[in-house]
């Protein structure tokens, strides 16, 4: 597939129409990974060709997601240094980097007229006048009689002299390419085999509004060869796209780069990928708290499997084993449930440490804590300084449950608030009465009480040798568990009871019994 001599380039080539998101976080990763494996070059190119719905917010937006998710790009625009903090909301300032820029083709026109003129002048390309009515209707009759409804041909004869005075005079027009007749376009796609195209299917397409407005599919040629790129791995959307290209390829009298369509995503059962998870963007899964370690081999999987049990990649070990060979033929199933496995996988990889870094803001984001002076935190609700090793000891409890990071807040919100909100039924332990679950919560006063050592160990000691006394040990734990969390299901009573401090435990137990009494 490669020629030693000359290294490969893939790119990557979003429009800026929208978020990014895992459709085309999954073009750009095969591309990186191939070039990456090949010892090649990867080129980031914004294709913001269509002026009305590219927006500088988006383009913004993707080099943040794919920074984030770990990318780096030989050639493309990028964020300058010191302002690739995750998604805020401040603009960022971007400056290229390679030889072949400007890498965004609004800013390219110059070069796209130069090679608009040479097709003109070499009789690939011509104006065409026809009004899009005139276009219509030709259309309307070829299929009438069973034809391709594509442009015939009515202007390709109009001398260069001709045209020219008719755009004098004002007339509109458009710039067609001049499609070979009677001609197979065959392409050998490193995914789907050789594929053929009759010319007479084309027709002769528009490549411009006019030499300033040039459209995708010539940008796109003029790029992919100015920039040298080797390999095109782009979605299967795109193969209707590509005989175009390649006999605009040979018209320039160059080579085209290899094609590689990939499969599309489905959705579970093979149905169409829900409006969700085709729209999701990156922005709203880092703000789910999935980790871009697992986004990435969720992503990779998509279309692509090595052949062998392992499941869990990291972005090394992608490159190390990526082929162009092991991308399925079939569409890929996107499959959420998955991604959640993988990401709660990563999270439980991370050390206490890693993992409270990363929660710490899902916790202020919920307004649970407030960062203080130097590293520290303060609850939201009181105020009272709260010490890291506290904020690490709740991760910790949790890390085996999280899926998301967002989830931390959920879980722990007990340790950080002064109150805690439940309904006394919860308190109750099966067929519990009322005053059985007093009784209950009375005796657990007193044991807490009783503890002079607040630790685990103390707690778990005392606590439970009287909870096996117990017809069942639910009878003590469970109502002293709610009321120290509020929650129909937490971590194990004795971990929280020493998280929470005996202070703390005292007075949640004390509030229960007031509950069942009074509420
Ligand atoms: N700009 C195109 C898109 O976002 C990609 C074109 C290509 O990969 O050739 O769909």
């Not at 195209?197 to 599919?217: C, H, M, Q, R």
């Not at 390829?249 to 590689?260: C, E, Q, S, T």
């Amino acid at each position: 597939m490669t020629n030693n001599s000359v290294k490969i380039k893939t790119r990557f080539a979003p429009s800026p129409t929208g978020p990014a998101h895992i459709g085309s976080i999954r073009t750009a990763l095969f591309n990186y990974l191939l070039s990456r494996k090949l010892g090649g070059f990867f080129v980031l190119r914004i294709e913001d060709t269509d002026k009305e719905r590219s927006k500088i917010e988006w383009e913004h937006m993707l080099l943040k997601s794919m920074t984030w998710l770990g990318f780096d790009w030989d050639e493309g625009p990028i964020m300058i240094e010191g302002q690739e903090s995750m998604f805020d909301n401040n603009s960022y300032d971007i400056k290229y980097i390679g030889e072949n820029g400007p890498y965004r083709q609004s800013e390219r026109t110059e070069i796209y007229k130069k090679y608009l003129q040479k097709m003109l002048d070499e009789g690939h390309a011509y104006y065409c006048f026809c009004t899009k009515e005139e276009v219509e209707a030709q259309k309307g009759y070829l299929m009438s009689i069973g034809e391709s409804p594509v442009y015939k041909g009515t202007c390709r004869n109009i001398t260069k002299e001709d045209a020219e005075e008719r755009i004098k005079q004002g007339k509109k027009c458009v710039i067609r390419f001049k499609s070979p007749e009677k001609h197979k376009i065959v392409f050998e796609d490193l995914i789907k085999g050789k594929i053929e195209f009759d010319s007479e299917t084309l027709g002769d397409f528009v490549i411009a509004k006019n030499l300033e407005t040039p459209l995708y599919n010539f940008t796109c040629v003029v790029d992919d060869y100015e920039m040298g790129i080797t390999h095109v791995i782009r979605g299967e959307d795109h193969v209707s796209n590509t005989p175009k290209q390649i006999i605009m390829f040979n018209a320039l009298g160059v080579k085209p780069p290899i094609f590689a369509h990939i499969p599309l995503i489905l959705g579970q059962g093979k149905k169409k990928l829900s409006k969700r998870d085709a729209e999701t963007s990156l922005e709203e899964y880092y703000h789910e708290g999935y980790l871009p370690e697992a986004i990435i081999n969720f992503v990779a999987f998509l279309g692509w499997n090595p052949g062998t049990e392992k499941e869990i990649y990291s972005m090394k070990e992608l490159i190390e084993d990526f082929s162009v060979e092991k991308i399925q033929k079939s569409g890929a199933i996107f499959n959420s449930e998955k991604l959640d496995w993988i990401n709660g996988l990563y999270i439980r990889k991370k050390s206490i440490d890693q993992l409270t870094k990363l929660c710490i803001p899902f916790l202020i984001e919920a307004n649970l804590i407030k960062r203080h002076a130097a590293g520290t935190y303060l609850t939201v609700d009181t105020e009272e300084l709260i010490p890291t090793y506290k904020i690490e000891k709740s991760v910790a409890l949790y890390q085996e449950r999280m899926k998301k990071l967002l989830e931390i807040a959920e879980f722990t919100d007990f340790v950080f608030k002064k109150d805690i909100d439940y309904d006394k039924s919860l308190l109750k332990w099966k067929a519990m009465t009322e005053e059985e679950t007093i009784v209950s919560l009375e005796k657990s006063l007193e044991l807490i009480r009783s503890i002079i050592n607040f630790d685990k160990e103390n707690i778990e000691k005392v606590i439970f040798s009287e909870a096996e006394k117990m017809p069942n040990r639910g009878d003590l734990l469970w109502p002293f568990r709610v009321a120290l969390t509020g929650k129909q299901s937490s971590a194990g009573p004795t971990e929280i009871a020493e998280l929470l401090g005996k202070e703390k435990c005292l007075d949640r137990i004390e509030l229960a019994i007031k509950k069942i009494k009074y509420a």
